[in-house]
């Protein structure tokens, strides 16, 4: 995907970044492709400091156009979890009514673990946010400022992103910076379960994103990690789109609410 392309996208994630920037957190069933390998039993949990959101609101489940070959599941669900979500603008809840209607929230509030979550528009993996990767927000960066807090230890990571990386042009970055933040988290919180979430799109941008969820899911691959790969399970489709389209690049309400209960199935998969 040519660079140019995306800085349209980039000035909305800028402009979300003026009224979402703040890291939400917060505390909180869907079907889609899970590629993954195991991954060691995590520590014990210790007290949170999140809060429970509400129940997310049932919406019907579009028929994907595609899908991808699933492996056996690779999350070994500790005795007492505790949540980190970490992501984008989509965890931050552009695009919802509200920002606690986001994704994160709505997960988090149907499992019902104590959570933490941490949301920053126009950031990924490897672009750290602003329209020239200026920002210095990469998913690494906010993890270890996460880790200085010994009074939030999570046992469970979900990491949400890849549709800012698409401004990378060089792929391996997005790939090494992908398996380097998962391999942080683990130094941070030792036996720590990571689950990577692709990056996903109402289309037609969900199509100028399959270079960066290539990327992503290659990087979680390197570091041994389960990746819910929505792009390629057609989470949204050209019939769907219009339903859970916002702006062009964030889904609504009802879009937001339809990626909880995808990636809450594919969870289930993993957990089973």
């Not at 040519?2 to 909180?28: C, D, N, S, T």
């Not at 949400?160 to 391999?183: K, M, R």
């Amino acid at each position: 995907m040519a660079k140019h392309e995306w800085i349209k996208y980039a000035a909305l994630f800028v402009l979300a970044v003026a009224a979402f920037g703040v890291a939400a957190i917060a505390l909180m069933g869907p079907r889609g492709a899970v590629e993954s390998v195991p991954v060691p039993a995590s520590s014990p949990a210790v007290t949170p400091t999140a809060t429970a959101s509400p129940t997310p609101t049932a919406t019907p489940t579009p028929t994907p156009t595609a899908t991808a070959t699933a492996r056996q599941p690779g999350i070994e669900l500790p005795a007492e979890p505790v949540l980190l979500i970490v992501g984008d603008s989509y965890t931050a809840g552009v695009g919802a009514d509200q920002p606690d209607q986001g994704w994160a929230n709505l997960v988090a509030g149907q499992l019902g673990y104590p959570t933490n979550i941490d949301g920053v528009p126009g950031t990924g993996f490897a672009w750290g946010g602003g329209e020239q990767d200026e920002l210095g927000r990469e998913y690494e960066v906010r993890l270890r400022e996460i880790a200085a807090n010994p009074a939030f230890v999570p046992n469970v990571l979900f990491l949400q992103g890849g549709q800012n990386d698409a401004l990378i042009p060089n792929s391996d970055e997005v790939e090494a910076a992908t398996a380097q933040t998962i391999e942080a988290a683990r130094r941070f919180w030792p036996g720590v379960q990571v689950v990577v979430l692709g990056p996903s799109a109402p289309q037609p941008v969900a199509e100028e994103l399959r270079g960066a969820n290539s990327a992503v899911r290659a990087g979680a691959a390197a570091a041994n990690a389960p990746f819910v790969n929505a792009l390629e399970a057609g989470w949204f489709t050209s019939a769907n789109s219009p339903d859970f389209n916002f702006d062009g690049v964030h889904p609504n309400t009802a879009g937001q609410a339809y990626i909880a209960e995808k990636f809450l199935e594919s969870w289930a998969r993993l957990t089973q």
